[in-house]
T-cell receptor, first 112, second 115 residues
């Protein structure tokens, strides 16, 4: 089955710790995206990548980092600099223009 | 830059009643418009989209939306809702700049269908 997988489903972070959220797609899409969802705020774009080895900051990139070494994978690291990381994180992929974005099931990050 | 406004954060409705979820946008360039649905603790899935052509767009699960350029609106409608339609609905816009498929989302409308 083609689609997007995100792991883990739940992730716990301790103070001062970096954590990495996984996102993998087998849809052969060039573009991939990371969003953060908070109650009542909709989805906000963290980072996006339109091609391998290239990525751009979205609206709320501070405290986050990404890499795009393979077309299928776009991991997101939540660093200790992100002071309010508790949220639902959604990964998406698409062809990059005028097309639907396909979303993964999400990862819920909680702070201990 | 573009923005999306979903004025209603929650819309309660009885089963088999009609519903309209409102979406207004602002943009200095042409846009493509999307409606996505999110069921609890899941990702989003596309309901329908407007790229060009007929302003009335039909989507999955009996939903439809009408693009109104003069009112900068893209309201979502369903003539008769089912309990399974209970979910959060997001309107989104993509600016037609050729710079890539960056979507701007509204804050969402929670549709609650009651018996």
């Amino acid at each position: 089955d083609g689609g997007i997988t995100q792991s883990p489903k739940y992730l716990f972070r301790k103070e001062g710790q970096n954590v990495t959220l996984s996102c993998e797609q087998n849809l052969n899409h060039d573009a991939m995206y990371w969003y953060r969802q908070d109650p009542g705020q909709g989805l906000r774009l963290i980072y996006y990548s339109q091609i391998v080895n290239d990525f751009q900051k979205g609206d709320i990139a501070e405290g986050y980092s990404v890499s795009r070494e393979k077309k299928e994978s776009f991991p997101l690291t939540v660093t200790s600099a992100q002071k309010n990381p508790t949220a639902f994180y959604l990964c998406a992929s698409g062809t990059g223009f005028q097309e639907t974005q396909y979303f993964g099931p999400g990862t819920r990050l909680l702070v201990l | 830059a573009q923005s999306v406004t979903q004025l209603d954060s929650q819309v309660p409705v009885f089963e088999e009643a009609p519903v309209e979820l409102r979406c207004n946008y602002s943009s200095s360039v042409s846009v493509y418009l999307f409606w996505y649905v999110q069921y609890p603790n899941q990702g989003l899935q596309l309901l329908l989209k407007y790229l060009s052509g007929s302003t009335l767009v039909k989507g999955i699960n009996g939903f439809e939306a009408e693009f109104n350029k003069s009112q900068t609106s893209f309201h979502l409608r369903k003539p008769s809702v089912h309990i399974s339609d209970t979910a959060e609905y997001f309107c989104a816009v993509e600016a037609v700049t050729g710079g890539g498929n960056k979507l701007t989302f509204g804050t969402g409308t929670q549709l609650k269908v009651e018996l």
